[in-house]
């Protein structure tokens, strides 16, 4: 499975961005697919994740808030609906694909990742 992230760019405080992660392969469907990121100088962090079934979670309560994934089975797609953007969501967003178990909000546990596309969210 290979994945491409785009969408990325450089918004002011309070812009929305959509980022759309394409992939390839037939077994898209039934992966559970997340969303990192990555700001400099700091590790990498998981942002939110969808499962096969539908199941969503994210990081915390101020992303749900403000972020939206969803996918698009068909389209082999995923995506990463942001609103409200702050300063501190300047990050390079990673996507990933397939959880080995259940720690499904940690990067190691993902077999797949995309390239990245950088978020630049300016004050």
């Known amino acids: 499975v290979q994945l491409q992230a785009s969408g990325g760019g450089t918004v002011q405080a309070g812009d929305s961005l959509r980022l759309s992660c394409t992939a390839s392969?037939?077994?898209?469907?039934?992966?559970?697919a997340g969303w990192f990121r990555q700001a400099p100088g700091k590790e990498r962090e998981f942002v939110a994740h969808?499962?096969?079934?539908?199941?969503?979670?994210y990081a915390s309560d101020d992303l749900k808030g403000r972020f939206t994934i969803s996918r698009d089975n068909a389209k082999k797609t995923l995506y990463l609906q942001m609103n409200s953007l702050k300063p501190e969501d300047t990050a390079v967003y990673f996507c990933?694909?397939?959880?080995?178990?259940?720690?499904?909000?940690?990067?190691?546990?993902?077999?797949?990742w995309g390239p990245g596309t950088l978020v630049t969210v300016s004050s």
């Open positions: 990933a694909a397939q959880v080995i178990g259940t720690q499904y909000r940690r990067a190691s546990a993902y077999s797949y």
């Open positions: 969808i499962r096969w079934s539908g199941d969503i979670a």
């Open positions: 392969g037939h077994a898209f469907r039934s992966y559970t």
